[in-house]
Structure formats: C-alpha cells, structure tokens
C-alpha cells in the first residue's frame, strides 16, 4: 500500500467509504454513522476541507491507485472529548476508514503505524481518537494495536470512546 495526501478528487471514493463503513456497522448494530450521522453533503464538505489543509490521506493500491482506505489527521479533536494537556501533545486520527473487500489484511494497522510517524514529526507523543462508545468489536480491534481505552466522554454523539497509543518520540524520551 502506498499512502499519499489526499486530493479532492477522491472525495467521491471517501463518500463510498464512508457510505459501506456506515452499513457495514449498522448490520453489526451499531448505529455509528447511522441516519442520526452527518449527512454525506456534510461530510463531503468536511473532507474538502481537510484535504486543502493536508489532512487528509489516502491508503492505495501500488499497482493501480485504487482506494483501500483513508484517514485525516490533525492536532484537533471535537470539544468536550480531550483535555487541553492531551490536545497538546497529541496527533488526532479521524475518520479511518478501509475498503470492505481490503478488510482484515493489516492496512488498518499500517495506515495507523503511518500516523504515529506523521506524529513523531509533528513532535507529538501520542496518537489519540475517538470512538463510538458502543463499538465494542471496533474497541478490541484497536486494543489489538497498542491502543488503550483512556475513557468514555460524555458527549453527543456517542463518539467517545478515548483511545491512545503513545508514539515513539514518547517512547524515546523515557
């Protein structure tokens, strides 16, 4: 896989995305990006912003670019979740999502191992995001990966599983 910045024209491969992620956890039970989610207009319009900041990434195949995943990263994350210490010393993943047909191949893992480099350059020592609280399966996968479960923040919409994994600036500095 090779992951590059994303471009605008890719915003209709996040929408698909974002649109299989969305049934794939509704026929799991979750209601995470469900019909009380962000309306793909919006969406759209938040990615557009995210890629012309360079935020945003995308996970391709090397032979012929087509999408496995994406992801964007920033140092921000949405109010109420994390404290201002924890803003400040951390890279914050956001909408990782993988191809359904590239599910269970280790891209997931590898997008989030290139995230915490981009950290370690942003000279932060931690890699933190939230997830949707009831998401259990989606909990163990990213305990799976060194994450740990920090919290649950009691914010709306239920996004706020608090996980984190400390990056190896961090782990240099000790």
């Known amino acids: 896989m090779i992951i590059r910045v994303a471009r605008l024209a890719d915003i209709p491969e996040i929408l698909r995305l ?13 209601d995470q990006w469900g019909p009380t989610g962000d309306p793909l207009t919006k969406v759209a319009d938040d990615m557009a912003q995210a890629i012309q900041a360079g935020h ?3 996970g391709c195949t090397e032979a012929n670019d087509s999408t496995i995943g994406t992801m964007t990263l920033n140092k921000a994350t949405d109010p109420g979740t994390w404290s201002d210490s924890e803003i400040s010393t951390a890279l914050f993943v956001h909408r990782l999502m993988i191809d ?8 997931g893992r590898e997008m989030l191992d290139f995230a915490e480099k981009l950290a370690c350059l942003a000279d932060r020592a931690w890699l933190r995001f ?15 990966l060194g ?22 600036l961090a782990s240099n500095t000790r």
């Open 18 to 30: 974002r649109t299989e992620a969305a049934t794939w956890l509704h026929g799991k039970g979750s």
């Open 56 to 58: 945003a990434w995308m």
């Open 147 to 168: 994450f740990r479960l920090v919290r649950i923040a009691d914010v709306t919409p239920p996004s706020g599983a608090l996980f984190e994994r400390s990056t190896q």
């Open 130 to 144: 939230d997830a949707w609280s009831s998401s259990g399966d989606l909990h163990a996968y990213y305990q799976r």
């Open 100 to 107: 359904r047909r590239y599910a269970g191949q280790g891209f």
